[in-house]
């Protein structure tokens, strides 16, 4: 019987980064929710485009999980703390 396959080291990287990716776009949402809920009608489309990248985007591929993140990181600077 062979024991269970482990995960590859490239694997858990890319892992820990869609990870960070889905944390940083929970934040960007959770912003977003407060600017619409202030009557910013375009957060809530924006908030639909953060969702939409999130569900796209591969996570086996180290490259688009990087440009979102680095996208999604760039709106939470401009969104403020």
Do not use: C, H, K, Y
Not at 16 to 32: E, K, M, P, S, Y
Request: glycine share 6%; charged share 20%.
């Amino acid at each position: 019987m062979r024991p269970p396959a482990t995960p590859s080291g490239w694997l858990l990287g890319t892992i820990a980064q869609f990870d960070a990716l889905t944390d940083l776009a929970n934040l960007v949402i959770a912003r977003l929710t407060e600017a619409a809920a202030d009557g910013n009608s375009a957060a809530s489309n924006e908030i639909i485009r953060v969702r939409r990248g999130l569900r796209e985007v591969d996570p086996r591929d180290a490259t688009s999980v990087t440009t979102l993140a680095s996208s999604l990181s760039q709106r939470a600077a401009e969104l403020g703390p």
